[in-house]
């Protein structure tokens, strides 16, 4: 069957950022079931797309996580040798999902046709200015939609993988106290207080397990949280296996990172707390999702414009994360597991 055009989505990272673009990949495919969607992003990223049923193909390229000169050249070799690869596609539509203008003038390099990006308006490019105050769902809606129409708006992200119960005592709450962390920066004002966490467990019902999990740069906040109850598999698992210990969880608890919108992407009742960046921008609209801020002044501080020099990474007393109680962590949970008993 002949295809009605041809499309390109290019999203490096992070794992987070990523997981947050499947819901437009949906959309497009709905809004036109004939079309073929292709996915480029980087190596480490390719296993979140891997089996997302409305693509096409993933293609995935090495290096762009890893920092300094000849990392740096070995990357730009490696794009090269891929733009051979997908020169002789001739996509239709490529849509670059990063502000950056490098990634702009890849796509440009790529096809004569449309390159659909964030920026001023330039006659290279089909533009529209990067809105910070919208939803990052709305947005990305807002940028496609203004040059392929898209009948469907679909808000639910999408994460999917050949699932496996895991060797874990039923039933169990999986919670992930680190995050923060990508390939260029660290947010550790994103971290909810240790000894709220540590509080918030020994309060939890003792019915329920509570699986640590984590990456290997957080294993020091999970090796200190303890209890009878506490399982630490912190370090220990792939992002598949990750997957799997989400899935068949009574409820995530975490803060603003990868884990919380893998849980969100699997339909799983997930509680993110959240400090400098802003929920209502950044949470997934869909069932099962909730979240948690202060109304504390310096609350949604974070602008990816100002990045690394911004207020959300050089403040030195994240009090959005410390005045976010205990009390009002432990009330949401017990009120999430009463509704999820009800429906049982």
Not at 259 to 268: D, E, I, K, S, T
Not at 313 to 330: D, F
Request: glycine residues 6%.
């Amino acid at each position: 069957m002949k295809t009605s055009f041809k499309v390109l989505i290019i999203k490096m990272s992070s794992l987070g950022d990523v997981l947050q673009t499947t819901h437009l990949i949906s959309s497009i495919k709905k809004s036109h079931p004939d079309c073929v969607i292709d996915y480029l992003t980087a190596e480490n990223c390719a296993l979140l797309v891997k089996h997302n049923p409305f693509l096409s193909r993933v293609i995935s390229v090495r290096g762009f996580e890893r920092s300094g000169i000849i990392a740096g050249i070995l990357f730009l070799l490696r794009l090269i040798r891929l733009w051979f690869y997908l020169f002789i596609e001739q996509y239709d539509y490529i849509i670059v999902l990063h502000r950056h203008m490098a990634f702009k003038w890849f796509g440009r390099l790529l096809t004569f046709k449309k390159i659909i990006a964030w920026g001023s308006p330039s006659i290279f490019f089909k533009t529209i200015l990067f809105d910070l105050n919208k939803n990052r769902y709305a947005r990305h809606f807002e940028l496609v939609g203004k040059y392929l129409p898209l009948a469907v708006k679909d808000t639910d992200l999408v994460y999917t993988q050949n699932f496996t119960t895991p060797d874990i005592p039923f039933p169990y709450i999986v919670i992930a106290p680190g995050g923060g962390n990508n390939e260029w920066a660290s947010m550790p004002n994103k971290l909810w207080p240790l000894t709220n966490y540590q509080s918030l467990i020994a309060q939890l019902p003792i019915a329920y397990k509570i699986v640590l999990t984590g990456a290997k740069q957080d294993s020091y906040l999970c090796e200190q949280l303890n209890g009878k109850q506490v399982i630490n598999l912190c370090d220990k698992t792939s992002i598949t296996e990750l997957a799997d210990i989400i899935k068949y969880a009574e409820l995530f608890i975490g803060n603003d990172s990868f884990a919380y919108y893998l849980a969100c992407a699997m339909g799983v009742k997930a509680l993110g707390l959240f400090g400098p960046t802003n929920p209502l921008i950044l949470a997934p609209q869909m069932a099962n999702v909730f979240y948690l801020q202060t109304e504390d002044n310096c609350s949604n501080c974070y602008n990816p414009i100002d990045s690394i020099d911004g207020k959300a990474y050089t403040c030195k007393n994240n009090e959005c994360m410390q005045l976010l109680s205990i009390e009002a962590v432990k009330n949401k949970v017990l009120s999430i597991l009463k509704g999820a008993a009800k429906k049982r």
